[in-house]
């Protein structure tokens, strides 16, 4: 049975703030350096909700904007007469984009635009238009899936060979992975998954069965393994969880 999502936005829970946190601290300095380039810039927010939850809390695509305005102030306050780089923040949603409109209004014109559909049907278009609109494009993608299925690890690989700079800020739940990667190798989840999951905001607990697909989502099999560590005891759900983020991070770094 799917989740009902309906109350997601309703209030903003703990993880959400700290996610949305660590981008911002991550956005300031990222915007400060890639301004100072006179590249174009292109921001995709690959899963963008509602940008701000139904109790003021701003969402991901507002604090994005807030980061950005601080770093373009810090810029003409060191460069006056300085042109600023063009900037284009694309925001992608398929369940809340009527909202997402009305939640980015009062935005600087052609700053935004709100893509109302599917990450998977989009995001290859959207970047294609940047390659082709723009010379020498800085790309950076933040994704915050719904679920880890759309996931797949060879879409990213192709980024670097198309621009400038190509940054990713991916949160994947990491858990939530070997939590179905143990169902996919039929190895029974130890811990108790209330206790687990307890803290964790899921709008989607993707269930899967699939070793292909999980195979796809890490970008190799090398998750196999670790899962095998788990069964055999050696190892509990947060080591596991731990070496499983180590080498899926790794996965990026060649």
């Given amino acids: 049975m799917a989740k009902d999502n309906r109350n997601f936005f309703k209030e903003k829970k703990i993880w959400s703030k700290v996610k949305d946190e660590l981008l911002g601290c991550y956005l300031v300095p990222y915007f400060n350096k890639i301004l100072s380039m006179h590249n174009p810039i292109f921001y995709v927010d690959c899963f963008a909700g509602k940008g701000k939850f139904d109790d003021g809390e701003n969402g991901s695509p507002l604090t994005a904007l807030e980061s950005l305005g601080r770093s373009i102030s810090q810029y003409r306050s060191a460069r006056p007469n300085g042109n600023l780089p063009s900037v284009q923040m694309k925001f992608i949603e398929l369940n809340h984009a009527d909202s997402l409109k009305v939640n980015l209004a009062g935005q600087p014109i052609g700053r935004c635009e709100v893509v109302d559909g599917k990450f998977e049907d989009n995001?290859?278009?959207l970047l294609q238009s940047a390659?082709?609109?723009?010379?020498?494009?800085n790309v950076f993608l933040y994704v915050d899936p719904y679920g880890i299925k759309v996931l797949n690890a060879a879409f990213f690989d192709?980024?670097?060979?198309?621009f400038t700079t190509a940054e990713l800020l991916i949160?994947?739940?990491s858990f939530g992975f070997i939590r179905e990667a143990?169902?996919?190798m039929k190895v029974a989840f130890r811990e108790r998954e209330d206790e687990i999951f307890?803290?964790?905001d899921e709008y989607d607990s993707s269930i899967m069965d699939s070793i292909d697909e999980l195979n796809e989502i890490a970008g190799g099999n090398y998750w196999q393994q670790i899962v095998r560590d788990y069964d055999g005891g050696s190892i509990d759900c947060y080591q596991a969880e731990k070496e499983f983020a180590q080498k899926y991070k790794l996965r990026?770094?060649?």
């Fill in 171 to 173: 949160n994947l739940n």
């Fill in 198 to 200: 307890c803290d964790l």
């Fill in 131 to 137: 390659t082709t609109s723009h010379r020498n494009p």
């Fill in 252 to 254: 990026f770094h060649h």
């Fill in 123 to 125: 995001i290859i278009p």
């Fill in 182 to 184: 143990c169902r996919a």
């Fill in 158 to 162: 192709a980024l670097t060979d198309k």
